[in-house]
């Protein structure tokens, strides 16, 4: 089960109680305090795991707390401190005040490991107390408690592009094509109901990481739909990739429209990433005329069809690519406009090289 949200209450543990204890030893006359001291509570620490990817663990837990320090003993012998207790979360995981939402945590890199809430110190024994005016005390002190936190985690997966589009338009069958990610594949709408990872490697030495989230309709943001829920999973991400279905009822502007207003009412900062536009299902278009389309489409965003090719576009239809000869991007265009189509692997292999380079634009 991939659980990508959850809330709960975690405690670190207390401090144990120091002793109060006198030597009582044959032939050993009035012997003093011996007390020995309290052990420490129990820290509790997150870290990173990248074998884990799903919150699934934490589900149904109300309260999480770490053991308690032992109490002291006597001949002066200090209690057990508690062992810590370490949360394991995948990466891309943050861990928020539940009350003000301020982020505590953000644990991003394998391995990373973070104190979170400190156990409390064990009690001193009554052996600290004695001294020339009194040297039989009998008193202690109780160990510290420990820190009491109520929390929410969630996860934002980390991945260098985000496909965002309506359900059904291709995005799972364009991941599955590119890179080494196996979704489910059906025809049928909301396929897709949790985010899904795919690496695509660009040449022999080269990378990136991509994301597929549940498709987005018109009113997610009130519901509809699945929601917007999911597109905390590509908040991280600094490149969106919008891909519009050409052969939907709906038309092409229309969904770039819708998309983007969606995305801008989650969140203004991931409205204003870099972007590229892919025109999905050319294989399955029953228009009239699929040139004149792209072209009505690139052209209601204000923009010219290209002539430049160094990405190897197929030249059978009409697509757009920023001229970065001055090595200037324009941050508020898309960085491409380019049909594809998964099936018969139309300019597939061709969009992992621009998706790689307009990547390096937020480098």
């Not at 939402?101 to 890199?109: K, N, T």
């Not at 549940?214 to 600094?238: N, Q, V």
């Not at 919008?242 to 900062?269: C, G, H, P, W």
């Amino acid at each position: 089960m991939f659980v990508d949200s959850v809330k709960f209450t975690v405690s670190s543990g207390k401090g144990g109680q120091g002793c109060a204890s006198f030597r009582r030893e044959k032939f050993v006359v009035k012997g003093g305090p011996d007390g020995g001291d309290g052990g420490k509570g129990g820290d509790v620490y997150f870290q990173v795991d990248n074998n884990t990817d799903t919150l699934s663990w934490f589900k149904g837990k109300s309260i999480l707390k770490a053991d308690n320090g032992r109490p002291g003993e006597g001949r002066n012998r200090t209690g057990k401190s508690a062992e810590p207790m370490v949360l394991t979360v995948p990466p891309g995981t943050q861990v928020i005040d539940s009350n003000s939402g301020e982020v505590l945590l953000d644990m991003i890199e394998e391995g990373q490991k973070e104190l979170f809430l400190e156990g409390g110190k064990g009690g001193l024994g009554n052996t600290h107390f004695k001294n020339s005016r009194n040297q039989r005390p009998t008193y202690f002190q109780p160990g510290l408690p420990g820190q009491t936190q109520e929390i929410k985690l969630e996860l934002k997966l980390i991945a260098d592009v985000g496909l965002v589009g309506y359900p059904n338009v291709g995005k799972s069958t364009l991941i599955s094509t590119t890179s080494n990610a196996s979704p489910e594949i059906a025809n049928y709408e909301f396929t897709t109901i949790t985010p899904k990872l795919g690496v695509v490697e660009v040449g022999e030495y080269n990378s990136f990481v991509m994301a597929d989230i549940p498709g987005i309709i018109d009113g997610a943001s009130i519901g509809k739909g699945l929601g917007l829920e999911f597109l905390r999973h590509i908040e991280r991400t600094k490149t969106l990739l919008f891909m519009i279905d050409i052969a939907n009822y709906r038309t092409t502007i229309d969904q770039y429209r819708v998309l983007k207003e969606e995305v801008k009412k989650f969140s203004e900062e991931l409205s204003g990433r870099n972007f590229a536009i892919a025109l999905t299902k050319v294989d399955a278009y029953y228009g009239e005329d699929l040139e004149a389309d792209i072209k009505s489409f690139i052209k209601e965003l204000d923009l010219e069809v290209s002539s430049s090719n160094e990405y190897g576009f197929d030249k059978s239809l009409p697509y757009y690519v920023q001229d970065l000869t001055f090595n200037k991007f324009d941050e508020n265009k898309p960085f491409f406009i380019l049909p594809i189509s998964s099936v018969t692997h139309l300019n597939t292999n061709s969009i992992k090289f621009a998706l790689y380079d307009l990547i390096g634009q937020n480098r």
